[in-house]
Nanobody, 122 residues
């Protein structure tokens, strides 16, 4: 399976972006999908996770109320809607597929995309 992220870009503080994570080579509906981000000089952090059926969603405290994860298994795609963006949200965002159908924190991710860059200016 391959994952490809898209939708990154440059926005002003308070703006919105929607990231997409498209899968090929496998049916995404078997797997929980996580979103992660890594800013320069910082460790990668988990942002959100959605279970295979979309019934369970987790968010990092820093993005709760601003980000929404969703999935369209018919399109083999997972989305991350990001609203009220802040400069501290600037990072490369990655999606990853879990070995499980449920989210256990942000563990168990074994297939990663290459990332999409999000830059938020003040």
């Amino acid at each position: 399976m391959q994952l490809v992220e898209s939708g990154g870009g440059s926005v002003e503080s308070g703006g919105s972006l929607t990231l997409s994570c498209a899968a090929s080579g496998a049916q995404l509906h078997y797997y929980a999908i996580g979103w992660f981000r890594q800013a320069p000089g910082k460790e990668r952090e988990g942002v959100s996770c959605i279970s295979s059926a979309g019934s369970s969603r987790n968010y990092a405290d820093s993005v709760k109320g601003r980000f929404t994860v969703s999935r369209d298994n018919a399109k083999n795609t997972v989305y991350l809607q990001m609203n009220s963006l802040k400069p501290e949200d600037s990072a490369t965002y990655y999606c990853a597929a879990s070995v499980r159908s449920t989210c256990r924190g942000y563990s168990g991710m074994n297939v990663w995309g290459r990332g999409t860059l999000v830059t938020v200016s003040a």
